[in-house]
C-alpha cells in the first residue's frame, strides 16, 4: 500500500491551536491521517501565511489578545518544523491553479485553488471543511476528505 499524506487546509488547523467549536473533529481528522502522528502532516508556505493572517485577524477582531496571538503563532511555527512537511509554492502550483480557475468550472477562490493545486500537485488528499473546495475537489477529480460542517472556513 502507497503512504500518502494528508493536506489539510487552514480552517484544520486553525482550530488545532484556537480552542472553538471545531477543535475536537480537526484533532480526530488530524489523528486519524497522520496514524497518531506516525505520518507527518503536509503543509506549505501558503498554509503557513494563511493561518498567520487568520490568527492576526482573530487578534485584530478582539476574538483572542495580542498575547494570545502571538503564542498561537510561535506553537503554529513549532509544530510545523517538528511534525509537519513544509512544501513551498511551486510554479507548477501556480499553473496548476491558473488552469483550474481559467475552466470556470467552479468557484474556487485563488487561494483554494493554489491549495488544492499544491495537494494534487504533490499527490496528498486534501483534508477540508469548505464546501467549496471540496466540491472543487470533486469537479477535478482530487482524493479528498470532506469534514462535516462544524467547522467554518476562514
Known amino acids: 500500500m502507497t503512504l500518502r499524506f494528508a493536506y489539510p487546509d487552514t480552517c484544520l488547523l486553525v482550530p488545532l491551536f484556537i480552542e472553538e467549536q471545531g477543535t475536537k473533529i480537526a484533532e480526530r481528522m488530524i489523528v486519524e491521517f497522520t496514524k497518531g502522528g506516525e505520518v507527518p502532516l503536509i503543509v506549505s508556505e501558503l498554509t503557513r501565511l494563511e493561518f498567520a ?9 478582539g476574538a483572542i489578545t ?10 503554529f511555527t513549532r509544530h510545523c518544523e517538528s511534525h509537519c512537511i513544509v512544501l513551498p509554492v511551486q510554479p507548477i502550483n501556480f499553473q496548476t491553479a491558473q488552469r483550474w480557475i481559467e475552466l470556470q468550472k467552479t468557484s474556487l477562490r485563488t487561494f483554494d485553488a493554489l491549495h488544492l493545486a499544491i495537494a ?6 486534501l483534508l477540508t471543511a469548505d464546501k467549496q473546495l471540496a466540491a472543487a475537489a470533486v469537479a477535478f477529480d482530487i482524493e ?6 462544524t467547522i467554518e472556513p476562514r
Open 144 to 149: 479528498h476528505y470532506f469534514v462535516p460542517q
Open 53 to 61: 493572517s487568520v490568527v492576526t485577524k482573530s487578534a485584530r477582531m
Open 120 to 125: 494534487s500537485d504533490n499527490h496528498c488528499i
Open 66 to 75: 495580542v498575547d494570545q496571538a502571538q503564542h498561537v503563532l510561535t506553537c
